[in-house]
């Protein structure tokens, strides 16, 4: 096996790398190894970048999903950073940003979708061509298309039900249902470059399962979370009666109220 597709040069020493640079940062700010956090981070990036970039579908398993998470990198990033501009651009509590990005982050969240429909349509590189990394990949889009429709249908209903003139947002969830439908659509109907019809069914029954497993125990803990809060708060005893401020007390708080309203009309 050459060096580029060895998975402990090209996957495990960056993962390590990774850890370490978190532990540098994490130390004391006078520590001297919080230094190295920086340069380390930027080791295991480069050997990523390196090694991902030159891996094959029929490599290892970890060289092969290293490939793969390079190549939906960019569509996956397009979209959360979108998201997130679209999320917060306008009245929020938290970090508000300008009300006019709003509509940058629904077209990048667009864009995103759209960027991995044209990787549907164009030659596959020999990451996710061949092997394990087309299985890999294959299995990705199929569940992304499908949480995508799920979650965008049940979002646009919602705003719906909602009114307060939530148009543009029940119509571009409507949109990102139907772009992702009708992707879905073509690739079960008619394949995609490089791999057929009979490729998805295979991948999207085989993930499926795995996929209403991960679901189903999603739910279940989280029931199971809220039941436990539930019977802890049933369980806790009442809180103990707090005794009145005693004399001494009155006077302090008294003390500082009356200084602190002189200051205010001295100002």
Not at 64 to 90: C, D, E, N, Y
Not at 172 to 185: D, E, K, R
Not at 187 to 209: C, D, P, T
Not at 250 to 264: F, G, P, S, T
Request: aromatic share 8%.
């Amino acid at each position: 096996m050459s060096s580029r597709a060895d998975p402990w040069v090209g996957f495990w020493l960056p993962l390590a790398l990774v850890c370490l640079a978190t532990g540098f940062w994490l130390t004391d700010r006078k520590d001297w190894r919080k230094r190295l956090s920086g340069p380390v981070f930027i080791a295991s990036m480069t050997l990523i970048v390196v090694f991902g970039s030159k891996t094959r579908g029929g490599d290892s398993s970890e060289t092969a999903l290293l490939a793969v998470l390079l190549h939906r990198l960019g569509p996956v990033a397009l979209m959360a950073i979108g998201s997130l501009i679209a999320t917060f651009a306008g009245p929020s509590p938290v970090g508000p940003l300008p009300r006019g990005l709003r509509p940058l982050g629904f077209l990048m969240a667009m864009g995103g979708l759209f960027w991995i429909g044209w990787m549907l349509i164009s030659i596959p590189p020999d990451a996710i061509a061949n092997g394990i990394g087309e299985t890999i990949w294959g299995s990705w889009v199929d569940v992304f298309l499908s949480i995508l429709i799920l979650i965008a249908a049940l979002a646009g209903s919602f705003c719906v039900m909602m009114g307060d003139e939530r148009h543009k947002e029940a119509l571009t969830l409507a949109v990102l249902t139907i772009a992702g439908g009708v992707m879905f659509n073509e690739i079960m109907r008619n394949g995609s470059q490089g791999l057929v019809a009979a490729g998805w069914h295979q991948i999207h029954w085989e993930e499926m399962m795995f996929l209403i497993g991960g679901l189903i125990g999603t739910i279940t803990s989280v029931l199971a979370f809220i039941a436990l809060v539930y019977m802890a708060e049933r369980r806790a005893p009442d809180p103990d009666v707090i005794a009145p401020l005693s004399e001494d007390e009155k006077a302090i708080v008294d003390a500082v109220l009356r200084l602190h309203l002189e200051v205010e009309e001295a100002e």
